[in-house]
């Protein structure tokens, strides 16, 4: 069993950045996403990092923008988001991928967070 508990989200104008952090309760060396979901919309993939850390990857919206990385010491991945705007409002959440199949399906995601809100401001 493992605990996500993500933090940093907040309002912010557009233009803005903010950065999420997702603490895990254990140490955990599986890959782990992001994910985002809006009022009256599906869960979105946002980005995915590998366990070491070696690759990652980026929802076509948010590509450029964002940055995933991870602190294994700390059992702690981030979400640096810059150059935000509007359409990026939504609550975040991460998560521990246990599946084998594709990283941006949220079914192959296991032990969510309880997710941070971010709202951006035009």
């Known amino acids: 069993q493992v605990q996500l508990v993500e933090s940093g989200g907040g309002l912010v104008q557009a233009g803005g950045s903010l950065r999420l952090s997702c603490a895990a309760s254990?140490?955990?060396?599986?890959?782990m996403g992001w994910f985002r979901q809006a009022p009256g919309k599906e869960r979105e993939f946002v980005a995915a990092?590998?366990?070491?850390?070696?690759?990652?990857n980026y929802g076509d919206s948010v590509k450029g923008r964002f940055t995933i990385s991870r602190d294994s010491a700390k059992n702690t991945v981030y979400l640096q988001m810059n150059s935000l705007k509007p359409e990026d409002t939504a609550v975040y959440y991460c998560?521990?991928?246990?599946?084998?199949?594709?990283?941006?399906?949220?079914?192959?995601?296991?032990?969510w967070g309880q997710g941070t809100q971010v709202t951006v401001s035009s």
């Open positions: 998560a521990v991928k246990l599946g084998s199949g594709s990283y941006y399906l949220v079914g192959e995601y296991a032990y």
């Open positions: 254990g140490r955990t060396l599986y890959t």
């Open positions: 990092i590998s366990g070491s850390g070696g690759w990652t």
